[in-house]
């Protein structure tokens, strides 16, 4: 009996190893290939993805909100932040990396991706100073005329890496004592939100070095508290206040003029204690020339980055509100696209993106979970 077990057993596995070897004959040889995204248009997204959940991969997700489809996906360092230049060709990452993981050795790089491929094209390291905090827009800028890429840096003492990305070299460092982050301001000069309540204008040269630097006071430190996360609207920053009153700071012939302030808030959504929140809480069209502040009911103190359902719009020539948006799921960080069939766009904590059509007023889609934690949305 136990022969006639075996010689079945032996005669069954022959038998499936024939027909598995025929099955395997006949496969063709499968080929891949690497897909070139056509030139980016005005509603691609860029979704800066800190993935609380494992912040060690950290990453760029690419997404078509139109058609509501993952493009791709761009590793980066730790918690790195991004800009894209205004010519649509090339994404730039400030990277900290660490020999083991979480420790070793660390080594920060400026990384310029292919917008179509995205593919690494080249690297320049960098001093070991990065600021390693939870991602901000202006963390990471570039000149109006794609020629130099600005680094903010934190030791705790701050400064700025200037890289001259057409030679692809970093070419100074400039400390800023007493301020932070950096926005542009046109083609070879940069600004920082200082603790005085001022904004310190840096000018370099061609070569990136330093030639004068200004200042322009627009808030009073002692009496109220300025969000650093502004938006910029053409010509002007608008920054906000934790009490959402608007502040705008206008460049003017490349100098920094203090604009007229006014309140996102009337007497009766004060009495209601409307008030502002979010991560990044501030968005701007271009074509409509709308402002879009998250807003939500029932503020208290240090609830200014509490996430909302509630955007609030404004026209910004008069400052007037002209329209509520509700998603249906609370958002962290807005942004509008800047073409003349805006999206606005919300990423929620829970790596979900809303997709808000401004043209129609609808709300178009959801796209459930895209990311890990979308803190920033960037487009060109």
Request: net charge negative.
């Amino acid at each position: 009996m136990l022969k006639k077990s075996l010689y079945r057993t032996g005669l069954a596995v022959s038998l499936s190893s024939l027909l598995i070897s025929t099955a395997w004959a006949q496969l063709a040889r499968e080929s891949y290939s690497i897909e070139i995204l056509d030139e980016p248009d005005q509603h691609r997204t860029y979704i800066v993805d800190n993935n609380f959940t494992h912040a060690l991969s950290t990453r760029i997700r690419v997404v078509d909100p139109d058609e509501q489809k993952l493009l791709g996906t761009i590793s980066t360092g730790y918690m790195a932040p991004m800009v894209l230049s205004h010519d649509k060709s090339t994404i730039y990452t400030a990277d900290i990396f660490y020999a083991r993981g979480t420790r070793g050795e660390r080594t920060d790089v400026l990384t310029a991706t292919d917008a179509q491929t995205l593919n690494p094209l080249w690297e320049v390291e960098l001093p070991a100073k990065l600021a390693n905090m939870l991602t901000e827009l202006y963390m990471l800028t570039i000149s109006d005329d794609d020629r130099f890429v600005y680094a903010y840096n934190f030791t705790p003492a701050t400064s700025i890496t200037v890289v001259d990305v057409k030679n692809q070299e970093m070419v100074n460092e400039i400390e800023i004592p007493g301020c932070m982050l950096n926005y542009p301001v046109g083609d070879r000069a940069f600004a920082s939100i200082c603790g005085d309540g001022t904004l310190q204008k840096v000018v370099i040269d061609d070569q990136g070095q330093e030639v004068s630097r200004s200042k322009t006071r627009f808030f009073d430190p002692d009496e109220e508290l300025m969000n650093e996360r502004a938006i910029l609207n053409g010509d002007t920053y608008y920054f906000t206040t934790t009490d959402g009153v608007i502040q705008p700071v206008h460049i003017v012939d490349g100098e920094l003029q203090a604009g007229e302030r006014w309140s996102l808030f009337g007497e009766d959504h004060q009495q209601e204690n409307w008030g502002v929140g979010g991560w990044q809480l501030l968005a701007a069209s271009p074509h409509l020339n709308r402002l879009y502040a998250l807003v939500h009911p029932d503020h208290e103190p240090r609830k200014w980055e509490d996430p909302s359902d509630t955007v609030w719009a404004y026209d910004l020539e008069s400052g007037e509100k002209v329209g509520e948006i509700t998603f249906p799921n609370h958002v962290w960080s807005i942004h509008v696209t800047k073409d003349e069939s805006p999206l606005l766009l919300g990423g929620t904590v829970e790596g979900d993106m809303e997709v808000y059509d401004l043209s129609q007023n609808s709300h178009v889609a959801t796209m459930e979970e895209i990311a890990g934690t979308p803190i920033l949305m960037l487009s060109h």
